[in-house]
């Protein structure tokens, strides 16, 4: 009887310990405030060194990566955004689905870049507050610290500079910097936390820090896993014969895709004008000529990373196309045929006429869904510190 009772006891104990053991690695919350703390490891695919995160894929520690030259298999990584604090990529994650960011309280980053959308939202055009439609395709976030132009006509040249964009623009957040500044400030949880973060944020949350953080949490979002990456790694099978036929058209000097959708980001970052359709009722999209002011950038866009591609319909600028099929099949249907007759564009020497047969089509398509990885997706927070609906 005494040893079934010790053993009692002692199960009990164990029960005990593992639940006081769990409360104390749960994270505690900020004091006075519903705030949880702040992550203090970095995200997958990054290592922590002195007090920030560089980027540690595994896409780093591939054998003879320069030897293979521009366009091969194994070319290096560009230059990539890195270096902030796991405190500053966790207070961006809750800014990131925190629908406060936007005039009415309605619209968060998360609801264009929606996670369950590879970061996108699955509208041709997507709608800001009170449904107001924008001009364009919301592009996925996937791997935008490796950017040096954003914004599909590459208007922008930081992370920073890019989402005043979306913040103060009438038909995304609709914000203004002093609105979105006010209600920061007003969250309690928020105040606490910047300044854990940004300790000159104590005496007031500033737009520079909450663009630093945000930047912080989008520079997180890489995906350099697929089964391309492993292929290209010297894992011969993680590839299909198909694929790989695939994948020999998309750099053959026929197709001449890897030309402009070059690896291991499968876009040069080039502005290139290539002739895609506006799709059905919306007018012609004159590209980067409108910020460069140069005529020859007319219809000119930069070359769309096809990373995660198979996840991020509709396609194109306008997203013009529905599925992978049509858009492969636009570069097969003469050069220009979709140049609306008024306009006379300055088409890439690229872009012509190789003829693609329909099994060759379809290899590509094949191909470009070996691109497919999200294996260091974060995880959505079940609550923001506004209190409002995460995500919305
Ligand atoms: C109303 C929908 C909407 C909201 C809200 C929104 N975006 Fe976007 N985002 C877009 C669209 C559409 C584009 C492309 C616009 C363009 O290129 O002219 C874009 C482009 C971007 C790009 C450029 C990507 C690239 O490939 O160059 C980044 C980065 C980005 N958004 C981040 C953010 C962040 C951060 C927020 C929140 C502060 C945000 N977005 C809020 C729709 C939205
Ligand atoms: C001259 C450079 C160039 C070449 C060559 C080229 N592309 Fe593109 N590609 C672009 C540009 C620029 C866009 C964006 C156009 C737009 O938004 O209107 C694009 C868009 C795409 C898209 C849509 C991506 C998205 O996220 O919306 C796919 C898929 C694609 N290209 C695949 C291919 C394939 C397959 C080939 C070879 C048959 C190819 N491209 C050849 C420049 C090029």
Redesign the pocket.
């Known amino acids: 009887m005494a040893n079934i009772g010790s053993l009692r006891l002692w199960a009990y104990g164990t029960v005990l310990a593992v639940l006081l053991l769990g409360v104390l690695n749960a994270p505690a919350n900020i004091p006075g405030t519903n705030a949880p703390a702040l992550a203090t490891t970095c995200p997958a695919g990054f290592v922590l060194t002195g007090q920030s995160c560089r980027l540690d894929s595994p896409y780093l520690h591939y054998k003879s990566l320069e030897s293979q030259g521009v366009g091969g298999l194994k070319t290096g990584l560009p230059a990539f955004r890195d270096g902030f604090s796991p405190k500053q990529i966790d207070l961006g994650r809750y800014l990131?689905f925190d629908p406060l960011?936007s005039a009415d309280h309605s619209?968060s980053?998360a609801?264009?870049?929606n996670p369950a959308h590879a970061f996108t939202d699955g509208l041709a055009h997507?709608?800001?507050i009170g449904g107001r439609e924008?001009s364009?395709?919301?592009?996925s976030?996937w791997n935008?610290g490796f950017?040096q132009k954003?914004?599909?006509?590459g208007r922008a040249s930081s992370?920073e500079e890019?989402?005043q964009g979306?913040?103060y623009g009438a038909?995304?957040?609709g914000n203004s910097r002093e609105g979105l500044l006010a209600a920061i400030n007003a969250v309690p949880a928020y105040r606490a936390l910047f300044a854990q973060v940004f300790p000159d944020a104590a005496s007031g949350i500033r737009s520079e820090h909450v663009y630093a953080a945000?930047a912080a949490f989008?520079s997180s979002l890489v995906s350099l896993n697929s089964r391309y990456d492993l292929y290209a790694n010297g894992i011969l099978g993680a590839l299909s014969p198909k694929e790989i036929e695939g994948m020999n058209v998309f750099r053959s000097f026929v197709a001449r895709c890897a030309e402009c959708h070059t690896p291991p980001l499968f876009t040069n970052q080039q502005i290139a004008v290539i002739g895609m359709p506006d799709g059905a009722g919306h007018s012609f999209d004159p590209g980067a000529e409108a910020n460069t002011h140069v005529d020859s950038m007319r219809g000119g866009f930069r070359v769309p990373s096809l990373r995660n591609v198979e996840l991020t319909s509709p396609y194109n600028h306008a997203g013009a196309f529905t599925t992978l099929r049509e858009t492969v099949s636009f570069y097969t249907q003469g050069r220009g045929h979709a140049v609306p007759a008024q306009e006379k564009l300055n088409l890439h020497w690229h872009i012509w006429e190789p003829k693609l047969t329909d099994a060759e089509l379809d290899r590509l398509v094949d191909f470009l869904k070996t691109l497919t990885d999200q294996s260091y997706m974060p995880t959505m927070p079940a609550a923001v510190p506004s209190g409002l609906p995460p995500g919305a």
């Open positions: 990131f960011l619209v980053c609801h264009c870049h997507s709608r800001g924008t364009r395709n919301a592009p976030l935008v950017l954003l914004f599909v006509d992370l890019q989402m979306p913040l038909n995304e957040m945000i989008e």
